[in-house]
């Protein structure tokens, strides 16, 4: 008798929480997806998991272990390969698209697709950058900051610059020893993009920027709480150094404007304080800045990890070392000897290390995923996306899928021998209206450093910790310590 009372409480607890298991399981998906009336039916296939966390905690959990891939094999697996899942990401509800038809499709309709990051990015990178501002506006500011990082001809007036950086730097960590890797790249990249940007080489100025920056990454990457201690505060007073500083910078021009001369050198900052839209209107200090911001951090964070990861992959593939470094070797030869240093034409010529690069950034894939969102209800392969919802774009699946790139996880630069990718399967700079503005930038940088990597150097990672895997969160990667030493008397 009192046994089975027991028994009964005892069950009666389980099946309760069972229930509200289930209730709370459910309860994310019924209050997004009700709303949406008949259209709910065509959701695509997925799950909004737990009220207000949504799937991030099986996203960051990937994220922080070995196989980061794991997240979307995980709805792979569950719903089939459709290529489109619902999900709740980052506070939104959202869909995630895998397969290259979906992303290219998605990158490239603006009609119905406009930018989409999250709230916490958008406070970070700026209300009036390109994430935050109209379409027009995007389009015009955009045109007007892409052309002078554009096209090869363009770059050739910075050639000079980066090689220059470039030989001093390694020069340096030869001399040094033991580095940071990713640390000191970044800060060479970053001294290249501020010299084009805001023609600043002024070395405190730039470690100092440098550094906020690397807070401010951390932020984007991280949960977005707002509060001391965590990573997302600790970034948002990056930024406001960070304003503070660009700050400084506009006054000081406004104030030396009308007396400098007119032949002076114009930097991307000059080009931004004159620019008038058809009413005649200038941009506002906050425009201005905001779209510093993203400029100054866009170009210099990603080209820094994939720098460094070519010559991770380069230095422990040592047939491709070679074959990289015979072509190399092989333009010093074929050049006239009154000419000192490369030229455009010359990093034209470098066939293999073109493969090289595109092959680190298909594996490295540092850019995993970009925000859309949703101006209408979309139909895409017969499924919906409703009005609002967040797409969320992901690269990463597509430049792993295996029936893409056989053996996906293998660096392999000769894959891309006698092959074009097929549309959408290759996204490392996105596509369409916003495809990546430093896209050729970066790759001439990369160029510029590996050639006189290949042709001089040799790098030793020492920390066998230092991780071959990329995480969202960069930490690991940072501590990445290297030793780059100078090859016996080589050529220049
Ligand atoms: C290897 C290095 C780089 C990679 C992998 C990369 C990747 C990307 C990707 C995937 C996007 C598209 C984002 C979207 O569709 O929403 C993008 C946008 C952008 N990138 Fe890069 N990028 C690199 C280097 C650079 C450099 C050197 C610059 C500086 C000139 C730069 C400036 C930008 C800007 C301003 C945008 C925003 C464009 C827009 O919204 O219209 N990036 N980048
Ligand atoms: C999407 O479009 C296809 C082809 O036009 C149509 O057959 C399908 O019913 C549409 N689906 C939805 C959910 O509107
Ligand atoms: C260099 C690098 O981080 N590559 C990663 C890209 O994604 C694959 C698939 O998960 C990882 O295995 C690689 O380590």
Request: hydrophobic fraction near 40%; proline fraction near 6%; charged fraction near 25%.
């Amino acid at each position: 008798m009192e046994l089975g009372f027991l028994w009964f409480v005892f069950t009666a607890l389980i099946g309760g929480f069972a229930t509200l298991y289930g209730l709370l399981k459910r309860a994310n998906g019924w209050f997004y997806e009700s709303r949406l009336g008949e259209k709910r039916y065509t959701l695509p296939p997925g799950d909004l998991g737990w009220p207000l966390i949504g799937n991030m905690w099986s996203f960051l959990r990937a994220f922080k272990s070995t196989d980061p891939d794991s997240f979307i094999s995980s709805f792979v697996h569950r719903y089939s390969r459709t290529g489109i899942y619902k999900a709740f990401m980052f506070g939104s509800p959202s869909i995630m698209v895998t397969l290259p038809e979906t992303c290219r499709r998605v990158l490239t309709d603006d009609e119905q697709f406009g930018p989409g990051w999250p709230i916490s990015t958008c406070e970070l990178i700026g209300k009036k950058s390109f994430i935050g501002i109209s379409y027009e506006e995007h389009k015009r500011l955009r045109r007007l900051t892409s052309a002078p990082v554009n096209g090869h001809e363009a770059l050739s007036i910075y050639l000079k610059y980066i090689e220059k950086t470039v030989i001093s730097a390694l020069d340096k960590w030869a001399s040094i020893g033991t580095i940071e890797f990713l640390t000191e790249l970044r800060k060479l990249t970053f001294r290249i993009i501020m010299y084009i940007f805001l023609s600043s080489e002024s070395d405190p100025i730039m470690e100092a920027l440098e550094r906020e920056y690397t807070a401010l990454n951390y932020g984007i990457r991280a949960m977005a709480i707002n509060l001391p201690g965590f990573a997302y505060h600790k970034a948002l007073k990056a930024r406001k150094k960070l304003v503070a500083i660009l700050q400084s910078v506009v006054d000081e021009r406004r104030e030396r404007g009308a007396s400098s001369p007119p032949t002076a050198k114009k930097d991307m900052m000059d080009a931004l304080m004159e620019v008038e839209d058809e009413n005649g209107r200038k941009l506002n200090d906050e425009e201005i800045i905001d779209v510093m911001v993203m400029y100054l951090n866009a170009g210099h964070e990603s080209s820094g990890h994939i720098t460094m990861w070519a010559a991770v992959f380069l230095q422990e593939h040592p047939e491709f070392f070679q074959k990289a470094k015979a072509e190399q070797e092989e333009i010093i030869r074929n050049r006239p000897p009154t000419q000192t240093g490369l030229s455009l034409k010359e990093v034209k010529q470098m066939d293999y290390l073109s493969k090289v690069i595109d092959e680190t950034l298909r594996v490295v894939n540092i850019s995993l995923v970009v925000f859309r969102e949703a101006k209408t209800n979309v139909n895409i392969s017969g499924y919906t996306i409703p009005k609002g919802w967040k797409v969320l774009v992901w690269f990463r699946s597509v430049h792993m899928d295996p029936e893409i790139y056989p053996n996906p996880k293998e660096f392999n630069p000769s894959r891309w021998e006698d092959y074009t990718p097929k549309a959408g399967t290759y996204l490392p700079f996105g596509a369409g209206s916003r495809t990546c503005p430093g896209n050729d930038l970066a790759k001439l940088e990369i160029s510029i450093f590996l050639h006189y990597f290949l042709l001089n150097y040799q790098l030793e990672r020492i920390n066998p910790g230092c991780p071959l895997r990329y995480l969202p969160h960069m930490r690991h990667t940072d501590s990445c310590l290297a030793r780059i030493r100078k090859l016996p008397s080589q050529s220049e």
